[in-house]
């Protein structure tokens, strides 16, 4: 049997010569100039637009903001986030993408290991610090669905001991730490290059395509999205952020906005799979990634559908498979692999004693080759994970790899099918997450003596995180409050890393070594609700109101399975129980599947309690029955 090894076809010889992002940018500045480079609703702006507006904002700078400076970004899809992107590499500064909503804590934490030399954002998002900082306000576009009106530079020197970006870096992104505390990833150009001239090339992005600007700013493939776009002479539409609650509302956006080509996360993808696919969108290519694909598309999907894999050490993608209507399993309903490396890109199989194993057996997935990042910005951490490669059975121009710590088999055609984690994480809507990393956010709290958080899957195989609690015994202090410790580490996580349940125990079972029985934790979420632990402050059994109606039994049933809360009332938020985009979207078709009724995200997320919700759902229902004239 041939070994586990397969490089991408090779990247042709002048790659080296190839242009940076930047400079293929300026190109079609200079060719297509009044071309739309970014259109949000109502509001466009041309390659010639947005390239002044980078240099009003470099000016303002004055060589405030230098090359290799790491600049934190906490803006949402806009043009402004675009201008930004455009004005950091046109002056060799470090593009640090947080997202428009950071944790203060968390912001504050990379903070102290990363030398930021300025954030950009909206003041009052900012970190306290960052607010008393010196402010310089920016010239950037102010109109749009997720725009913010004078957005601001925030300077603070770099903190004492934090680690700069490595030379040549063009843009940074977090990932989730087994420490607790978030890890920086440092990307060059060269890496992101070879990954847009492969996403050009399978897409077809050219002048006239639209391309969505649509995976939240946090992380990496939104990077993808905005300088595919911008290295391509196409135009950037950014994504309200309704859209991705609802996957009704993300495919009306598609058809309103003759997006052609469009990049979303695997949770997000597969509930539209599972409905007839709508007719009449313009979308051509559908590049979905973040998360196991568990079904293919079926023979009704227009769009040429790309599961993508790849860590952000290894620059969003590298692998995919494409599906389209007329391949001829498109009936099968296995889970698709994840394909074959785009090219430059080389991946191996690996066993636990670190030799390439034979094609057809189990092992570790390592990457090499062009698009792997420069590293973490620690310098032990990148020690531990990319590494030198096995001795035997490795191209000769693959001199370092990543150890991915996924479980892979490469099929006998070459073919990558995925397995699972070799480690302790987890994906929760389609972000990698470290359960020490919410432990760790969760022992903030004074009382907390130590946590525990799990990831249980439901009958679909999809996980979501319960944190278990041991108080500090014999304190002074009131036992820690299950909801208020999701309110606190919202400061410190990701949305996708909260917790969608705590649960406060007397003590942890241990195992025969000594160490907390986590498979006994889990076991426990498999229980009949009635026998779980409950939540303090929760409902000491998981059964309905009396009197309550059809569509309270609906609603509540639906949200205390989807976030394993089997005490949750009617007067409680949807979001401070833990709700988070996904799980919204998942309410939302079921509550369309079971009335017909089809509520929008927002509907939903600016209502105070479950009760409300409900409130909106009769309303909805009842005119529904009117106008059918029930």
């Not at 695997?266 to 696919?277: A, C, G, K, S, V």
């Not at 559908?286 to 694909?293: F, N």
């Not at 889990?522 to 998981?542: F, H, R, V």
Request: proline letters at 9%; charged letters at 20%.
């Amino acid at each position: 049997m041939a070994p586990s090894v397969l490089s991408g076809k090779a990247v042709d010889a002048e790659t080296s010569g190839i242009p940076g992002v930047l400079a293929q940018y300026e190109e079609w500045v200079r060719r297509t100039p009044e071309a739309p480079a970014v259109v949000d609703g109502a509001h466009s702006w041309t390659y010639r637009q947005i390239d002044e507006a980078a240099d009003a904002v470099v000016r303002a700078w004055n060589g405030r903001v230098c090359p290799g400076d790491l600049v934190g970004v906490c803006l949402d899809r806009s043009a402004a986030l675009v201008v930004t992107a455009v004005a950091l590499a046109r002056v060799g500064a470090v593009y640090l993408p947080l997202g428009p909503r950071p944790g203060e804590r968390r912001i504050a934490a990379v903070g102290e290991d990363v030398g930021v030399t300025c954030l950009i954002g909206a003041p009052e998002v900012l970190p306290q610090r960052h607010r008393e900082a010196e402010h310089l306000v920016l010239p950037l576009p102010g109109e749009g669905a997720n725009a913010v009106a004078g957005a601001v530079a925030a300077f603070l020197p770099p903190a004492p001991g934090s680690r700069p970006a490595p030379a040549g870096a063009l843009y940074s992104v977090l990932t989730s730490g087994s420490t607790g505390r978030p890890k920086a990833v440092a990307v060059a150009g060269p890496a992101l290059t070879s990954l847009l001239a492969w996403y050009r090339e399978e897409t077809g992005l050219g002048p006239g395509d639209r391309q969505s600007l649509l995976i939240g700013v946090a992380f990496d493939p939104h990077v993808m999205e905005l300088w595919g776009g911008l290295t391509s002479g196409a135009a950037l539409i950014p994504a309200p952020d309704a859209v991705r609650w609802d996957p009704s509302a993300l495919t009306d956006w598609w058809r309103e906005a003759a997006v052609t080509v469009a990049v979303t996360a695997t949770p997000m993808t597969e509930p539209l799979l599972d409905r007839p696919w709508p007719q009449d969108l313009v979308l051509r290519h559908l590049v979905v990634g973040g998360d196991r694909m568990r079904r293919r598309p079926g023979a009704d999907v227009t769009a040429v559908v790309h599961n993508a894999y790849g860590p952000a050490e290894a620059t969003v993608a590298t692998t995919t498979h494409a599906m389209r209507a007329t391949d001829g399993d498109v009936h099968d309903d296995a889970a698709p692999p994840i394909g074959v490396p785009l090219p430059g890109v080389c991946v191996l199989v690996a066993g636990q004693d670190g030799r390439v194993v034979p094609r057809g057996e189990d092992g570790e997935l390592l990457i090499g080759g062009a698009q792997l990042a420069l590293g973490y910005l620690d310098p032990e951490l990148t020690a531990n994970r990319f590494t030198a490669p096995p001795s035997e059975g490795v191209p000769p121009e693959v001199d370092r790899v990543y150890r991915t710590g996924d479980r892979v088999r490469m099929r006998a055609d070459g073919v990558l099918e995925f397995l699972g984690r070799l480690d302790d994480q987890v994906k929760i809507s389609g972000v990698r997450i470290e359960p020490a990393e919410v432990e760790s956010a969760l022992e903030q709290d004074p009382a907390v003596h130590s946590a525990v958080v799990v990831a249980p899957r439901d009958s679909d195989g999809r996980a979501r995180l319960v944190a278990y609690v041991l108080p500090v015994a014999g304190s002074l202090l009131a036992p820690p409050d299950p909801d208020a410790l999701l309110a606190s580490v919202r400061a410190w996580l990701p949305e996708q890393a909260v917790p969608s349940a705590v649960r406060l125990v007397d003590a942890f079972a241990l195992d025969a070594n000594g160490k907390v029985d986590r498979a006994a934790l889990l076991k426990q979420e498999l229980l009949p609700p009635a026998e779980q632990t409950e939540s303090a402050g929760t409902a000491s059994t998981a059964s309905f109101p009396q009197g309550a109606t059809a569509n309270e039994r609906l609603v509540l049933g639906t949200v205390r399975e989807l976030l394993g809360r089997p005490g949750t009332v009617l007067e409680d938020n949807f979001t401070d129980i833990g709700g988070t985009s996904l799980a919204a979207a998942r309410l939302l078709a079921a509550v369309e599947q079971e009335t017909g009724v089809r509520l929008r995200a927002p509907e939903l997320l600016r209502q105070s309690d479950l009760r409300a919700v409900v409130a909106v759902l009769d309303k909805r229902c009842a005119a529904a029955a009117q106008k059918a004239g029930v």
